[in-house]
């Protein structure tokens, strides 16, 4: 069973996506990056949907870089989620190794069946 990591400040989006995701997957989640990175170090997971803007010491960009550095986690797949939507945003965080650009609002249904995609190949 793939594992999934939610990483959102706001409970209710954690919720609307693990509800989404079902039981296919196991589902962990963070509130914030630095969390979120310590979970990721520890349970390595297939792949983690990240928010951008969080509060605390590490923001979604930071996580990703992190994720993308650490030779433990050269497999980890990274969706980014956020309500930063400008052209440029997308461009950077893709150019910093994002697989997938969500903008809030999104569907819960493309984000599932876009997690299912990056983990089928």
Same mark, same amino acid.
């Not at 989640?29 to 990175?37: C, F, H, M, V």
């Not at 994720?67 to 980014?80: C, E, G, N, Q, S």
């Given at each position: 069973?793939?594992? @999934? +990591?939610?990483?959102? *400040?706001?409970? *209710? @989006?954690?919720?609307?996506?693990?509800?989404?995701?079902?039981? #296919? !997957?196991?589902?962990?989640?963070?509130?914030?990056?630095?969390?979120?990175?310590?979970?990721?170090?520890?349970?390595?997971?297939? +792949? $983690?949907?990240? *928010? $951008?803007?969080?509060?605390?010491?590490?923001?979604?960009?930071? $996580?990703? *870089?992190?994720?993308?550095?650490? /030779?433990? +986690?050269?497999?980890?797949?990274?969706?980014? $989620?956020? #309500?930063?939507?400008? #052209?440029?945003? !997308?461009? !950077?965080?893709?150019?910093?190794?994002?697989?997938? !650009?969500?903008?809030?609002?999104?569907? /819960?249904?493309?984000?599932?069946?876009?997690?299912?995609? @990056? +983990?089928?190949?």
């Amino acid at each position: 069973m793939s594992k @999934i +990591l939610l990483v959102d *400040d706001h409970s *209710d @989006i954690r919720r609307l996506v693990r509800i989404t995701l079902g039981k #296919a !997957y196991e589902v962990l989640e963070a509130e914030e990056g630095l969390t979120a990175l310590e979970i990721a170090r520890r349970q390595k997971p297939d +792949l $983690v949907v990240l *928010d $951008v803007m969080m509060p605390g010491e590490m923001d979604g960009l930071q $996580v990703l *870089d992190a994720i993308k550095a650490d /030779p433990a +986690l050269i497999k980890t797949r990274v969706i980014m $989620v956020t #309500a930063r939507g400008q #052209a440029q945003d !997308y461009e !950077y965080g893709m150019k910093r190794g994002a697989d997938a !650009y969500f903008i809030k609002p999104f569907s /819960p249904l493309q984000l599932v069946a876009a997690i299912k995609e @990056i +983990l089928a190949h």
